[in-house]
Antibody, heavy 120, light 109 residues
Framework: QVTLRESGPALVRPTQTLTLTCTFSGFSLRSSGMCVSWIRQPPGKALEWLALIDWDEDTYYRTSLKTRLTISKDTSKNQLLLTMTNVDPEDTGTYYC????????????WGQGILVTVSS | SYVLTQPPSVSVAPGQTASITCGGDDIGSTSVHWYQQKPGQAPVLVVYKDSDRPSGIPERFSGSDSENMATLTISGVEAGDEADYYCQVWDYSSDPRYVFGSGTKLTVL
């Protein structure tokens, strides 16, 4: 059974660094073709793809946020990390991690999401 | 960047058929995926690769596409289908690589 679960702070101050963790089970990020992404959703708005890491540790980012994002994985712990520097109130939203593969292009399993508020 | 356009809202009476469109330049040449998102919940994949259904998704959900438009069709709409629906494509040569539509709120009257 595939599961993903996000964890991290609910409140972050502007200009601080946000670090989110995705803990997953039921699959391995060592398996060829396996990928996990971070996707966010501002309140009342659409989904927005942020970043992806694949089984080979290749990483891909939304260009407009690339300088602020870092995605990494700890395969031994079945965890994925996302750090976002210099956060702004516009970064407020629900952050999801979700699984895909390099050949399919769709997200078949999602975490429940974590709401992050950026406010002073 | 690639843009996917959806109508903000669609309303349908129970038992009727709902059609939710997703417009994009030459969208027919790529695979389109659809997600259902109920309030306070994570998205759920309901159609992938234009018209395939994951296990557990009712046959009432179907997908199709043409040159510049993809469509999610829900037949025999039920109250429990009320949700936001998002289309999504993947293009490794675009930025961003994964694009979501603007979302459509389906209201069951």
């Amino acid at each position: 059974q595939v599961t993903l679960r996000e964890s991290g702070p609910a409140l972050v101050r502007p200009t601080q660094t946000l670090t989110l963790t995705c803990t997953f089970s039921g699959f391995s990020l060592r398996s060829s073709g396996m990928c996990v992404s971070w996707i966010r959703q501002p309140p009342g708005k659409a989904l927005e793809w942020l970043a992806l890491i694949d089984w080979d540790e290749d990483t891909y980012y939304r260009t407009s946020l690339k300088t602020r994002l870092t995605i990494s994985k700890d395969t031994s712990k079945n965890q994925l990390l996302l750090t976002m520097t210099n956060v702004d109130p516009e970064d407020t939203g629900t952050y999801y991690c979700a699984r895909t593969t390099s050949s399919t292009g769709f997200y078949d399993f999602w975490g429940q999401g974590i709401l992050v508020t950026v406010s002073s | 960047s690639y843009v996917l356009t959806q109508p903000p809202s669609v309303s349908v009476a129970p038992g009727q058929t709902a059609s939710i469109t997703c417009g994009g330049d030459d969208i027919g040449s790529t695979s389109v995926h659809w997600y259902q998102q109920k309030p306070g919940q994570a998205p759920v994949l309901v159609v992938y690769k234009d018209s395939d259904r994951p296990s557990g998704i009712p046959e009432r959900f179907s997908g199709s596409d043409s040159e510049n438009m993809a469509t999610l069709t829900i037949s025999g709409v039920e109250a429990g289908d009320e949700a936001d629906y998002y289309c999504q494509v993947w293009d490794y040569s675009s930025d961003p690589r994964y694009v979501f539509g603007s979302g459509t709120k389906l209201t069951v009257l």
